[in-house]
């Protein structure tokens, strides 16, 4: 009975340094970190190009950067969906870790309460150095490092269409066709290969993407072609390098080249049409 007063006067004793850990607060605003009434740091934006924002913690004076999220983009050689990332750094202790996007549409703000509901800043407007490098320990383990990742797939897809082949002898007066069995012919030769991948993006509604391949003899890939809401999205690939985008509206109600009868194989036997004309099939 008599041994809980001794608790009793610890947790007394704790109870300041609790109260002061968690009377940090951040104003959307002005993007101020207070503590006491008093500013103890700031948080500034940066535009990037026209991809976003990124976004600076700094000291009270404004001339100390403390963490920083610096907002990264990248597409790979198939212009495939754009993916962005945050690179994260304390410069002082030498810190740094990868993130996924933020979610919010209010990106300033998720910055500022996620420094205050992580504790990485203490009262007295330094780094809190325990909560900081547990922060970037975590982010380290469960986040990818997105620059090598991105390299390495890049690096993987321009194997892919750096594999040559000579097109085949054929009249080039006949129209190219594409038949179910993913093969695309010109006089009754064939000259290259088509497939259909389906695949699911990695958003908030999981919505699907199509992307049509088209190969050489060889197996390279010369062309890839997007379909989206907006249209398609057609990249060609000549001597290892992506031509410019070559976009096209399409009537995904009345011939969409995914559902309608024949669409697939229509939508393909037309892109060939254009490669042949470019000397890649």
């Known amino acids: 009975m008599f041994n809980k007063y001794p608790i009793l006067v610890f947790i007394l004793l704790l109870l300041p340094g609790l109260s002061k850990a968690q009377q940090i607060t951040f104003d959307k605003k002005s993007g101020n970190f207070q503590a006491d009434g008093k500013v ?9 190009k ?37 690179s994260i750094e304390a410069p002082e202790p030498g810190y740094k870790a990868y993130r996924p ?26 780094l809190n150095s325990e909560k900081v490098k547990a922060y970037f320990e975590e982010n380290s383990s469960k986040n990818i490092d997105y620059p090598s ?41 064939v000259i290259g290969f088509w497939e259909l991948v389906e695949s699911v993006n990695d958003d908030f509604n999981h919505s699907k993407n199509y992307k049509f391949i088209i190969r ?18 057609t990249y060609a690939f000549k001597n290892g390098m992506r031509t410019r985008e070559s976009w ?6 009345n011939n969409n080249p995914i559902s309608s009868p024949g669409g697939q194989q229509g939508y393909a036997a037309a892109l060939a049409q254009n490669l042949i004309r470019m000397g890649l099939l």
């Not at 103890?40 to 990037?48: F, G, M, P, T, Y």
């Not at 979610?103 to 009262?123: D, I, M, P, Y």
């Not at 010369?222 to 249209?231: M, N, P, T």
């Not at 096209?248 to 109600?253: A, E, F, I, N, R």
């Open 101 to 126: 996007n933020f979610s919010s549409l209010n990106t300033f703000k998720e910055v500022g309460e996620l420094v205050v509901a992580e504790n990485l800043l203490q009262a007295d407007g330094t």
């Open 216 to 233: 050489n003899l060889n197996g390279g890939i010369v062309c890839v072609s997007w379909i989206r809401l907006s249209g398609s999205h």
């Open 40 to 48: 103890i740091a700031n948080l500034s934006s940066e535009k990037v």
């Open 149 to 189: 990742r991105h390299a390495f797939i890049n690096d993987s897809l321009m194997k892919l269409v750096n594999i040559p082949s000579t097109p085949a002898e054929r009249d080039m007066r006949k129209p190219p066709i594409a038949n179910e069995y993913g093969k695309i012919g010109q006089d009754n030769v």
């Open 248 to 253: 096209q509206g399409l009537d995904l109600v």
């Open 50 to 86: 026209s991809i976003g924002k990124s976004y600076y913690v700094k000291d009270a004076a404004g001339t100390k950067t403390l963490l920083s999220y610096e907002l990264h983009s990248f597409e790979d050689t198939f212009g495939s969906a754009t993916v962005y990332y945050y």
